[in-house]
Nanobody, 126 residues
């Protein structure tokens, strides 16, 4: 199993930016497809973005509207979520997730993932 630790959350004004990091340990990071999810207070967890194990394929939730960019650096065992143009509705706990894969698959459902980080809080408010 891979262990995941998110960082980079915080309080930001509307229109601001944050970069979340997800550092992995325990197994070769390049073996894992990665995803980002979020959960706002009182709501279900939802998909944000996914990236294939080599980082060559990505997919985003439709509501992202090109504001976020998912990436990874396999040499650093870290995945990233760059978030620009943040809105109050983006306030949530953000989680990264991983699953061992043998292909360049993109995994879009939380049920596809096996390993999860503890989450990092993002708050967008003036």
């Amino acid at each position: 199993q891979v262990q995941l630790v998110e960082s980079g959350g915080g309080l930001v004004q509307p229109g601001g930016s944050l970069r979340l990091s997800c550092e992995a340990s325990g197994r070769p990071f390049s073996d894992y497809a990665m995803g980002w999810f979020r959960q706002a207070a009182g709501k279900e967890r939802e998909f944000v973005a996914a990236i294939s194990r080599a980082g060559t394929r990505t997919q985003y939730a439709t509501w992202v509207q090109r504001r976020f960019t998912v990436s990874r650096d396999n040499a650093k065992n870290t995945a990233y979520l760059q978030m620009n143009g943040l809105k109050p509705d983006d306030t949530a706990a953000y989680f990264c997730a991983a699953r061992l894969t043998v292909t360049g698959a993109l995994l879009l459902s939380e049920n596809d993932y096996v390993s999860w980080g503890q989450g990092t809080q993002v708050s967008v408010s003036s």
